[in-house]
């Protein structure tokens, strides 16, 4: 008697740490890896995820919710978690007492902060190198690391900075940045201030196969197998694994609706042949979405490819037609492999009209996590 979840998400803890080798491959030895598992680890589970890098050595972890770093914390995570710049000054000091390492954008922040707390705490500064989203700008940056420098309650343990980009065209900007930084590094290193972590270069940059002088990097989709590249971009040449590896139902209904019957919403469907029709507890409220006008979704049973009917709140239907012995208790492959047949998460996302990691987020913390590969369990 299987008493188990009738849904689950399937995470592959061989395959992140496989891409973590590939990160570290292309980062080079002697840069360090800070893995980027924000927004519940890209979807994938913060806890597990976080305990299974840790256990493969990575650096740090760095995230943006205090939240989540309280969980680590608090399930034996011993890695230093750095705070993306996440919230308000406020929550900035609580973090830091904590012992969280929080990023500081601009002087008053490192200002109040230092006058908050009587120990020395670690925190990262945060140098804008031309995204004009966070941090100082590159060209004010001076003045705010030797002031901040100055205050002794800071322990400046890492200066950063992002430059992201989605079309392989970006590169050249990001190229452009990421020598601008270096050189900003240097002269800052030539007036005797050095830190223990530099770093610059997120996945976008490491596939580009762009180079810099940083210390380390840090990255997300790399490890969870996903392209930061907009669609059209050559990412299948990427030596990556999708950690995502199922979206996994069982059918607790079946019906067999004959020729004639208007079954569905409104009376919508006015079938003409008989129709045996799956549901599976599974819908709009776990994350999943109706596809958008002109894609199809299919779920696999039993090795056939079924097309969803309907998606709903809390149920979505299929067509089992084409299954020869469908029965309840039967397992539906939504995203996975089932025999000769294969639905991938590219492809689920396409049919919502969003990108891969959207449809992760979607999912999201919704359905039970089931972690394989060796790693599992630690
Ligand atoms: C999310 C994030 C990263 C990692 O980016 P990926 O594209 O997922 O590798 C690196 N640095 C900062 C500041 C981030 O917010």
């Not at 922040?109 to 500064?125: D, F, G, N």
């Not at 990421?178 to 050189?183: E, I, K, R, V």
């Not at 610059?200 to 596939?207: F, G, I, K, Q």
Request: net charge negative.
């Amino acid at each position: 008697m299987n008493t188990g979840p009738p849904s689950h998400v399937e995470i592959d803890l061989d395959a992140l740490i496989h891409n973590l080798g590939h990160a570290q491959q292309l980062a080079g030895p002697d840069k360090q890896v800070i893995a980027s598992i924000k927004g519940n680890a890209y979807g994938h589970g913060v806890l597990t995820v976080a305990q299974a890098l840790q256990e493969a050595g990575v650096y740090a972890l760095a995230t943006g919710s205090l939240d989540e770093a309280r969980v680590l914390r608090s399930h034996g995570v011993t890695l230093p978690v750095l705070l993306f710049a996440f919230s308000t000054t406020e929550l900035t000091v609580q973090a830091a007492r904590e012992g969280f390492v929080p990023t500081l954008t601009s002087f008053p922040a490192a200002e109040t902060l230092a006058s908050a707390v009587t120990e020395p705490v670690s925190v990262y500064l945060k140098i804008d190198a031309g995204l004009g989203r966070l941090g100082e700008p590159l060209a004010t940056a001076r003045e705010f690391i030797e002031k901040a420098s100055a205050l002794k309650q800071l322990q400046i343990d890492g200066v950063y900075t992002h430059v992201p980009f989605a079309q392989v065209s970006g590169s050249d900007w990001a190229t452009e940045k990421l020598s601008a930084f270096d050189g900003f590094l240097a002269s800052l290193d030539r007036a005797g201030y050095a830190f223990p972590v530099t770093q610059a270069m997120a996945s976008c940059c490491l596939l580009a196969g762009l180079q810099d002088n940083c210390t380390a990097v840090c990255v997300g989709h790399i490890l969870y197998g996903l392209s930061p590249f907009s669609a059209g971009s050559p990412e299948d040449a990427l030596d990556l694994k999708p950690v995502l590896e199922g979206l996994k139902s069982t059918l607790i209904h079946i019906g067999h609706h004959n020729a004639g019957s208007d079954v569905a919403v409104g009376g919508l469907y006015g079938l003409k042949a008989p129709r045996t029709v799956g549901v599976l507890p599974l819908g709009l409220a776990h994350g999943l979405c109706r596809p958008i006008p002109g894609k199809d979704l299919a779920a696999l049973v039993d090795g056939h490819r079924c097309q969803v009917l309907s998606v709903s709140l809390e149920h979505t239907t299929i067509d089992l037609d084409g299954v020869g012995h469908a029965a309840t208790g039967d397992p539906v492959t939504l995203i996975g492999r089932d025999r000769q047949e294969q639905i991938t998460l590219s492809e689920v996302a396409e049919a919502w009209g969003i990108g891969p990691l959207e449809a992760l987020l979607r999912l999201s913390g919704r359905i039970p996590i089931k972690y394989l590969g060796t790693t599992a369990g630690i």
